[in-house]
């Protein structure tokens, strides 16, 4: 019974000293810069949207105001209340003292701070807010700024009357001289213009990027980072100051228009960074859906512009926070599939966007009022952001890098399997050539041979035959005789004789010494050869001189040829000149001839160059031995 009347008796002493303390426990103004007002205030919620300064007075009065937590920033997270906020000051110093009242959330409906001096005469000392003109607001500041002025010895109370409907109730405040608070703006500013000049670095190299290697992955990243440039501004009461200020209310739907728009920018630019498709991912339509979702909720705010209801406004309020910390996670989810695919450039974006989760989550609590600190300066959103577009700008050119070597590798292959591919045609040719070489030298050869020797058996007869009978008689055996020569000819231009264990050189020897013999022009074969020649690329050279000599002999009308073949350590040079009448390789190039050598020389990867005028045609061919 005792232990209850104890506890009893020190309940009410401390609600007696909290009632107390709402008239007892104002902040002693003395030399100090700065000034807590948490230790010092109370609040109250007006969830009727109906009390005055009158009625809050009186309730302060009557001790109905609940205390402020020492050392916390005045946090609520999402409301559809006005909230009063009360505290007492008293000026301890023998002079006049210059103050400013800071509210530091830049973002409030409407905000007005009324001061009572200790003859009950209230003071209102401005309504301002971003449902106002920028220049309305008594100090012009991206923060909310009043200027206090107590006399020596003053004391007064102040009330603050703060609209946040359809927004997070999130409201860092203090009180301290007007010098220091200024001062201390610079800083700020600097820091900020530190973080803008990074984003916007950010947004003009990737815009270069784009117009340089027309890859839309830096057209998307570059139009996300101006969206989160944008946001955070709004966050910080610098896009109001500088772009519009004349244009107030725009700020809350500016807001989230830029997380929505963020969010989805953010899904396109994954995708296209972890070349994320439906072949390879299984949550590939998850995320189109999702990224379409994130878009048309970007839609709702400009309605809400229009035309808007607080019910509405909290429904969306949620679903972008929500969005928020599920397109990161999102985000993740699919950088790990593709990570485990064997994608190992998913690590970069992955390190990117854990970067970015801290500070998503940090701002997401802090704005539903489940958590009320920033993990650092000047908020967890702003340094998570820079750190991710900082590190996915560098992992973008990790990339470019990484793709111009895949397709180096494709490219790489597909000239191997061109070659793969030549090689296997020149080789069926080369085949089919030596078959048919043979087959008719073996069959059609021998088929002929036969009807010769039948016929010149009945030569005692053809002594019979009038004149007109042996002319015709003689006529048939030099067309046999023709026939025979032209097919050995065939056959030794499809695959020489013993071409195979002759060799290149011996084999030319041979037919120039042919040529020599039986044709009028005289060729000059001069060659060098300081290296064994592999066989395919023997029978290729073969062909491509076989060609130049035809070329020479149906069409150049010379009387001299020469016929030069040499080999040095890393390359075979063939050339070939002669005193005919020249042709114009450019008209001319179409020719069957022309275009066979241009086919062998590009299958050996060599070049050649022309050079024909009405004295004679030179023609240098360099083939290269690797």
């Known amino acids: 019974m005792n232990k209850i009347l104890f506890s009893i008796l020190i309940f009410f002493c401390f609600y007696a000293n909290i009632c107390s303390a709402q008239h007892n426990n104002p902040i002693l103004i003395d030399t100090a810069i700065k000034f807590n007002i948490s230790k010092h205030g109370y609040f109250y919620e007006d969830q009727n949207l109906n009390l005055t300064i009158d009625s809050v007075i009186r309730y302060k009065q009557a001790n109905k105001l609940s205390p402020l937590i020492p050392g916390k920033v005045f946090s609520k997270g999402y409301t559809q209340s006005y909230y009063w906020i009360a505290f007492d000051v008293e000026n301890t110093l023998n002079h006049t003292v210059h103050l400013m009242f800071k509210e530091q ?3 409030i409906n409407r905000l ?16 301002t807010g971003d449902h106002f003109p920028f220049k309305q607001r008594p100090y012009r500041n991206r923060s909310f700024i009043y200027p206090i002025l107590l006399s020596p010895h003053e004391k007064a109370s102040f009330y603050l009357w703060a609209d946040k409907r359809g927004q997070n109730m999130y409201m860092p405040m203090f009180i301290g001289r007007d010098v220091d608070i200024i001062q201390a703006e610079i800083p700020q500013h600097t820091l900020f213009g530190f973080y803008t000049g990074i984003f916007v670095f950010a947004v003009i190299f990737n815009l270069l990027l784009f ?29 109001f100051q500088w772009f519009y200020p004349n244009l107030p209310g725009l700020q809350d739907y500016m807001r989230l228009i830029m997380a929505s728009l963020s969010c989805g920018l953010l899904i396109q630019v994954m995708q296209l960074f972890v070349n994320q498709n439906p072949s390879n991912s299984s949550l590939h339509r998850f995320t189109n859906y999702y990224k379409r979702f994130c878009w048309a909720m970007a839609i709702i705010p400009v309605l809400m512009l229009f035309k808007s209801f607080i019910i509405f406004e909290k429904t969306v309020f949620y679903i972008n926070n929500f969005l928020a910390l599920l397109t990161v996670i999102v985000i993740i989810i699919c950088v790990i599939e593709r990570i485990r695919a064997g994608y190992k450039l998913g690590w970069y974006y992955f390190i990117a966007t854990v970067m970015l989760l801290f500070g998503v989550f940090n701002y997401v609590f802090n704005t539903l009022g489940i958590t009320n600190f920033n993990l650092l300066k000047p908020n967890g959103l702003v340094v998570g952001l820079t750190a991710e577009i900082i590190f996915l700008s560098f992992a973008l050119t990790q990339r470019y890098n990484f793709l111009k070597k895949e397709k180096e590798i494709l490219l790489e292959e597909k000239s191997k399997h061109q070659v793969d591919l030549a090689d296997g045609i020149f080789h069926a040719q080369e085949d089919e050539r030596t078959r048919l070489a043979r087959d008719l030298h073996d069959d059609l050869g021998g088929t002929l041979s036969i009807i010769k020797l039948n016929i010149t058996a009945f030569q005692h007869k053809a002594l019979k035959l009038n004149d007109d009978e042996r002319i015709f008689y003689d006529k048939t055996i030099g067309m046999i005789e023709k026939a025979c020569a032209d097919l050995r000819e065939i056959s030794h231009n499809l ?6 264990q002759t060799g290149l050189i011996e084999t030319l020897n041979e037919h120039f010494r042919s040529l020599n013999h039986s044709g009028k022009i005289a060729f000059d074969f001069v060659f060098q050869l300081a290296h064994p020649i592999d066989s395919n690329m023997e029978i290729t050279i073969y062909r491509i001189v076989n060609e ?7 069409h150049a009308y010379a009387s001299k040829a020469t016929i030069q073949i040499l080999s040095f350590d890393e390359r075979i040079n063939i050339m070939a000149e002669d005193n005919g009448i020249g ?3 450019v008209t001319d190039k179409k020719g069957l001839g022309l275009q066979n050598i241009l086919s062998r020389v590009n299958y050996l990867n060599g070049k050649i160059q022309i050079d024909s005028n009405q004295n004679g045609t030179t023609t240098t061919i360099d083939i290269p031995l690797k």
Request: proline share 5%; glycine share 4%; charged share 20%.
């Open 105 to 107: 959330s830049s973002s």
């Open 112 to 127: 007005q701070l009324f001061k009572v001096d200790e003859q009950g005469k209230i003071h209102p000392l401005g309504l």
């Open 211 to 239: 117009v340089s290697i027309r890859d839309t992955i830096h057209l998307y990243y570059a139009i996300y980072i101006f969206c989160t440039l944008i946001f955070i501004l709004e966050e910080e009461g610098l896009a």
């Open 495 to 500: 695959m020489p004789k013993n071409f195979e």
């Open 548 to 554: 130049l000599v035809n070329n020479i002999i149906r």
């Open 583 to 585: 042709f114009n390789p």
